[in-house]
């Protein structure tokens, strides 16, 4: 984990990272949005759940904690989702129907702290709606995104995320075309399917996002990023014409490992 920052106002971030070996590091952010119902967005990694929990209760007593919206059943996403279910009785856990079914894979979780939710259906949660976006790119069937009505803010799930060379706390400190070219990267990794994708359809999902016109863009793998959606939407709109990403097998690996000093 590292040190959490404020995105604007009431919206906290809650950033760690991965790095995926020969690539570079993909941020891992959870967001805390404060108010007369405060919501958490994700949960951290698996790996890291002592550490993510321990780092949230620095900034809000998780029994304050009113709702939970699981972006998607991941790992990385879901890592300290019954720790927070046992700290917080009135926790509700915000997600869709398939991400019900999935959470039930890890444990029981009773129907009463649930809330289902569809794209284009809104909450209103006290003193902001949140309206639930599917993204244009996700990894995930469940996963979904949201507009925040208070701060304006869009939370894109894994959409607009991207490998880095270092880590940072705002996408406008990475240089525009580096930025580009690994947000390109990430999307052919975590979306292999776009390549074939009709691209009318994924043109007006674009648009879908460009409509909503959020003060920021934030994503779970990627900095927070204000006022560069227009860029990001000219970014992610070349990838159907990119060559999918395929890792090494087994005997490039073998290779690698030979060469590596001892």
Same mark, same amino acid.
């Given at each position: ?5 404020? =995105? /604007? ?7 760690? %990272?991965?790095?995926? !070996? ?15 119902? !405060? ?5 951290g ?16 007593? @998780?029994? #304050? ?9 991941? !790992?990385?996403h879901?890592?300290s ?7 917080a ?15 039930t ?19 209103? $949660?006290?003193?902001r709606?949140?309206? &639930?976006?599917?993204p244009?790119?996700? #990894?995930?069937p ?5 507009l ?7 939370i /894109?799930a894994?959409c ?5 060379s270092?880590?940072?706390?705002? +996408? ?12 390109i ?6 979306? !292999?399917?776009? /390549?074939?994708?009709?691209?009318? %359809?994924?043109?007006? +999902?674009?648009?879908r $996002?460009? =409509?909503?016109?959020?003060t ?7 900095? $927070?990023?204000?006022?560069m959606?227009?860029?990001?939407l ?5 990838v ?10 087994? =005997? ?5 490992? =030979?060469? &590596? @000093?001892?």
């Open positions: 984990m590292e040190t959490p920052y404020t =995105a /604007s106002g009431e919206v906290h971030v809650l950033p760690s %990272h991965v790095e995926i !070996p020969g690539l570079g590091l993909i941020p891992v952010n959870a967001f805390l949005l404060r108010g007369s119902e !405060p919501l958490l967005v994700d949960t990694v698996f790996a890291e759940r002592e550490a993510f929990f321990a780092t949230l209760c620095k900034l809000i007593d @998780p029994a #304050d904690l009113r709702w939970l919206w699981l972006t998607h059943a991941d !790992p990385d879901m890592g989702v019954y720790q927070l279910l046992e700290a009785p009135g926790l509700r856990v915000i997600t869709t129907f398939i991400g019900a079914g999935k959470l894979l890890y444990g029981a979780l009773p129907m009463e702290r649930l809330y289902l939710l569809n794209p284009e259906q809104s909450i209103d $949660i006290g003193d709606r949140l309206t &639930a976006i599917k244009p790119i996700y #990894d995930a469940e996963t979904m995104g949201l925040d009505s208070k701060s304006g803010a869009l /894109s894994g607009f995320g991207a490998v880095l270092t880590l940072a706390t705002d +996408a406008r400190q990475i240089p525009e075309d580096e930025l580009a070219e690994r947000q990267l990430w999307a052919t990794v975590d979306a !292999p399917w776009l /390549s074939g994708v009709d691209r009318t %359809h994924f043109a007006n +999902a674009l648009n $996002i460009r =409509a909503l016109a959020p920021q863009v934030l994503s779970s793998h990627l900095p $927070i990023a204000p006022g959606l227009e860029r990001f000219d970014t992610i709109a070349r159907p014409d990119q060559t999918p990403f395929v890792g090494p097998d087994q =005997a490039a690996v073998q290779q690698m490992l =030979a060469q &590596a @000093p001892p």
